[in-house]
């Protein structure tokens, strides 16, 4: 069963953000790595990339099939997981515990389109 | 709609992923496509290939019904002997690649591709003008377990007291009412088991409960047979692709007095192909995928992925890929467009990993 963390925000794309002050953690939900499977590889943009809300900004890689990773906010990005280069596997284990990015936020107010977790796990239940 | 197998339910009931492929809607995984690569590997997996196709050739003129349509030669074969080769275009395109099985004198079992199946018939019917022969679809009566992996004979042994001890490598026997070849898709021994669908499920049933035998699904069968270097139709295969273009010359016997395409492929071997499917390495851990854009160190766009994956038994990051033949050599810095990013690679052989076939 997949595990939903509260506090955090959620994507329709089971992406999620955790926010602190200015700045937010950007990585896939246990549900999304779930449904991936084994995940092989990370694709990470560069320190200092521009990510939009809704835009793509990376992939996940599973042995089957590519995922492309949309962000749920608009930002900087400001510092990249580089654990996930070498181990891709850590989304596995603990996808809340393994953001892939953190991004300086450009227009908090993008937060409130994004789902709290009860909302999440309705999406996810549908 | 899909078609589903005889072991469907039996599918849903383990929790697999079902996903629709060749016709059929078929398990995809079980657990995860890496832990049953790795039991096919080690140990021993089945998987659920009924939806492939079966078609009984027999008559006066069988066996030279089967030379016409089939690239590889038959003749001469002895009973129990099977053949790996294709089916051809005049053109040299592929129409299916298949195996052809001699039950007996005239006498002949073909195994086609499930998303081929309806085409193959068709195919096979259109050629049947001058030949005596009984043509037999019986795709909806066979169902087909490949059993794979280095303890796959004592498997097949003890749990289905079938004994395959005396088969060689590419041949088969009949025991009872089913066949039992030593033949696979996963680069390792093992064997592939013809039955009614009674049969199948109760064979099933058996190798699931032992224990001794893991479920596995098609998504490794394609991770598998992809590391060995084994073509896929419709990925390494195609209408547009022929067994020259894909490295496959060996099981085409241009000294058959004829068969479909035989000019087209001796053309194609006296004068060369355009384009050459090669192995591809990537330095980085990104996959390139079906369909991805291979360029040349100038940046152009010289060739096609046709499969890739980050390689499960050897931790890199490998593709089989369609390109101009002036790149085609060993060593040949390539590299893949893999979304916004090019990664570079370099030509390498299309067998990623050894086979481990017992002869």
């Known amino acids: 069963m997949a595990k939903f963390e509260e506090g955090l925000r959620y994507s329709e794309s089971h992406e999620y953000i955790r926010v602190e002050g200015e700045y ?3 990585g896939i939900s246990d549900y999304a790595q779930h449904a991936l499977g084994n995940v092989v590889y990370v694709d990470m943009p560069d320190v200092d990339d521009e990510v939009t809300a809704g835009e793509e900004f990376g992939a996940v890689e599973s042995v089957k099939a590519a995922s492309d990773l949309i962000s749920p906010v608009s930002g900087t990005v400001v510092e990249v997981n580089e654990a996930l280069e070498d181990k891709p ?5 603990d996808a809340f515990g393994n953001w892939i990015i953190k991004v300086q936020l450009s227009d908090p107010s993008e937060l409130d ?14 | 709609m899909e078609k589903k197998t005889c072991l469907y339910d039996r599918h849903v009931a383990l929790g697999a992923l079902m996903s629709p492929f060749g016709g059929f809607i078929m398990p995809i995984q079980y657990t995860n496509i890496t832990d049953e690569h790795n039991a096919v590997r080690q140990h021993c997996g089945v998987f659920d290939v009924s939806h492939m196709g079966e078609v009984r050739i027999t008559g006066p003129d069988a066996e030279r019904y089967v030379q016409h349509i089939f690239t590889n030669d038959v003749s001469g074969a002895p009973v129990g002997q099977i053949y790996y080769g294709m089916m051809l275009y005049p053109n040299g395109g592929t129409v299916d690649d298949l195996l052809v099985y001699k039950m007996g004198e005239n006498d002949f079992f073909l195994v086609i591709n499930a998303a081929n199946i309806d085409k193959d018939v068709a195919w096979m019917k259109e050629h049947t003008a001058g030949f005596d022969i009984k043509l037999d679809h019986q795709s909806d009566y066979y169902g087909q377990l490949a059993v794979q992996g280095p303890e796959a004979e004592a498997v097949v042994l003890d749990v289905l007291g079938i004994d395959g001890r005396d088969l060689k ?26 039955g009614s669908h009674e049969f199948t499920q109760k064979a099933w049933d058996k190798l699931i409960e032992s224990g001794r035998c893991k479920p596995c699904g098609l998504g490794c069968r394609d991770t598998l047979r992809f590391e060995v270097g084994l073509p896929l139709y419709g990925d390494e295969l195609s209408a547009d692709i022929s067994p020259v273009m894909a490295g496959l010359s060996m099981f085409c016997k241009l000294d058959k007095p004829e068969f479909i395409g035989k000019e087209a492929l001796a053309e194609q071997k006296a004068n060369g192909v355009a384009q050459k499917l090669v192995g591809i390495e990537l330095a980085d851990k990104a996959i390139p995928r079906h369909g991805y854009a291979v360029l040349n160190e100038a940046g152009e766009v010289v060739g096609e992925v046709t499969t890739g994956y980050h390689c499960l038994s050897v931790d890199k990051s490998v593709c089989m890929a369609l390109v101009k033949t002036e790149f085609a050599k060993l060593d040949t810095p390539l590299s893949v467009q893999i979304r916004k990013k090019v990664f570079e690679g370099k030509v390498v052989k299309k067998k990623f990993y050894d086979k481990h076939y017992k002869k």
């Open chain 1, 89 to 93: 596997e850590l989304l596995n284990e």
């Open chain 1, 24 to 26: 937010g953690y950007v």
């Open chain 2, 169 to 194: 490598f590419y041949t088969a026997k009949v025991v009872g009412d089913i066949i039992i070849s030593r033949t696979g898709y996963t680069g390792e021994d093992g064997f592939e088991i013809y």
């Open chain 1, 113 to 126: 389109a994004l789902m709290d977790v009860e909302a999440y796990k309705a999406h996810c239940a549908e």
